[in-house]
């Protein structure tokens, strides 16, 4: 039986995949690189540990550092961010899950605060026991995270399920020990996340059939 849904933010319950792609080459313009990318494009490059996704989209860190990248990126995402809408279902799902009786809480590599401003701005915090975020901008790996948060909260990994839609989110559930599902309809493509080897649904309706 499921006792707890781990949900990711960006991507799964936050639709802001268009977004990611405008500030993308809204970011390369800003540094003078002529590629441009549309969004299967960007899903198809798109991945963790950020560095590489930034390497695999053409920056060159030898001329432009990864922190100044990643702070002039967020210049632009952070104020945009604002305006994304919940993911397609995502109400309706929330409300099954609560329903089922499951704990929810957010594991995002998005600084802290710019989760809970997100949240706040979409009046969703009230569905959540908790919101986990980095502190700091630079969205590597919320591992430690998740296992600090269920080794306070006395979660049995083994009744918790993690919603994502990367295969980071897959290696994350594998590190907690979690089941994992992962949903199409954010930062990459079905035949990406298909070689995670977990339950892959194509909208978050998918969902609560898989608790």
Not at 93 to 118: E, K, N, W, Y
Not at 124 to 142: C, E, H, M, P
Request: proline share 5%.
């Amino acid at each position: 039986m499921t006792e707890c849904v781990i949900w990711d933010w960006n991507g799964t319950l936050l639709d802001d995949v268009d977004l990611c792609v405008e500030a993308l080459n809204w970011l390369l313009a800003q540094f003078g690189y002529p590629q441009r990318y549309d969004r299967a494009q960007y899903q198809g490059i798109f991945g963790f540990p950020i560095e590489d996704y930034y390497r695999r989209a053409g920056f060159d860190f030898s001329k432009d550092s990864f922190a100044d990248l990643a702070e002039r990126y967020m210049q632009f995402y952070i104020p945009h961010s604002m305006a994304c809408p919940l993911a397609a279902d995502a109400p309706a799902v929330l409300a099954a899950v609560r329903d089922a009786g499951c704990r929810q809480v957010i594991l995002s590599a998005s600084p802290l605060t710019t989760l809970r401003r997100q949240a706040e701005n979409l009046q969703v915090t009230g569905w959540f026991d908790q919101l986990l975020g980095l502190s700091d901008i630079y969205a590597r790996s919320k591992v430690q995270l998740g296992r600090d948060w269920m080794a306070r909260s006395g979660i049995d990994p083994a009744r918790a399920v993690l919603v994502g839609d990367t295969l980071h989110d897959a290696e994350v559930a594998r590190e907690l020990g979690a089941r994992c599902v992962l949903c199409a309809a954010g930062h990459q493509p079905r035949a990406t996340l298909e070689t995670a080897g977990v339950p892959v649904i194509d909208t978050l309706a998918g969902l609560p059939g898989l608790l």
